[in-house]
């Protein structure tokens, strides 16, 4: 059974930071893609950042050179870092994992597992 649970979401002030972490169990985060969405309340949910089995990276325009994703392959959990948040960046945010492809993706339709999601808000 593979099961993610995310954590570190909470109320930050703008310009701050938090570091969010997806536990992963049932699957190996070096061996599969990983990635994070998020949905905000009313709107669709959007590509944050993934990170493929061999490290290579991708970011959604929007979060580019303010959040970094990583993972640490002996506690088995993927990180989402982010600085300097802005107040749209509130969101639930959730972390995927695709179980059949070692390769990223920006699309949740490829992801296979996914996390409950933690709230992330940032107040102005």
């Known amino acids: 059974q593979v099961q993610l649970g995310e954590s570190g979401g909470g109320l930050v002030q703008a310009g701050g930071s938090l570091r969010l972490s997806c536990a992963v169990s049932?699957?190996?985060?070096?061996?599969?893609?990983m990635g994070w969405f998020r949905q905000a309340p009313g709107k669709e949910r959007e590509f944050v950042a993934t990170?493929?089995?061999?490290?290579?990276?991708y970011y959604a325009d929007s979060v580019k050179g303010r959040f970094t994703i990583s993972r640490d392959n002996v506690k088995n959990t993927v990180y989402l870092q982010m600085n300097r948040l802005k107040p749209e960046d509130t969101a639930v945010y959730s972390c995927?994992?695709?179980?059949?492809?070692?390769?990223?993706?920006?699309?949740?339709?490829?992801?296979?597992?996914w996390g409950q999601g933690t709230q992330v808000t940032v107040s102005s």
């Open positions: 995927a994992c695709r179980g059949s492809s070692s390769f990223g993706s920006r699309k949740s339709e490829d992801y296979d597992f």
């Open positions: 049932g699957r190996t985060v070096s061996s599969n893609a």
């Open positions: 990170i493929s089995r061999n490290t290579v990276t």
